[in-house]
């Protein structure tokens, strides 16, 4: 895609402030079909604990609070026993949108 360059020896530089095409290849990996469930949960292991630590540095206060009240959501739905899936994936988009990079924010969208 010539976004980064690799020189041996020497380090990986950018070569392109055009970062669409990488993002466009993420978010076709995400939704493909032929995706593996197991490796699609792989990725988003790790992709939300690096959302996690974005999100608490970059963060702003109503952002705080929309994440505070999902997890709040969730924790109540999880103590009447019923079901939590809307509240986690309201608590999963709340951390994307507080890490203020629309990739995540894509991305996390495409996976709930």
Do not use: W
């Not at 790790?46 to 970059?58: D, G, N, P, Q, T």
């Not at 609070?65 to 079901?83: P, S, V």
């Amino acid at each position: 895609m010539r976004i980064l360059e690799s020189r041996q020896g020497d380090g990986t530089y950018v070569l392109s402030s055009d970062l669409s095409p990488l993002q466009c290849a993420v978010l076709e990996a995400v939704g493909a079909k032929h995706t593996d469930f197991v490796h699609i949960m792989e990725f988003r292991r790790f992709l939300e604990s690096a959302v996690a630590a974005l999100a608490a540095a970059r963060r702003s206060e109503p952002q705080l609070d929309a994440i505070k009240a999902a997890a709040y959501d969730q924790q109540r739905c999880l103590m009447r026993g019923t079901d939590d899936s809307e509240a986690d994936a309201r608590f999963h988009l709340a951390l994307a949108e507080a890490t203020n990079n629309p990739v995540f924010l894509d991305i996390m969208i495409r996976l709930n």
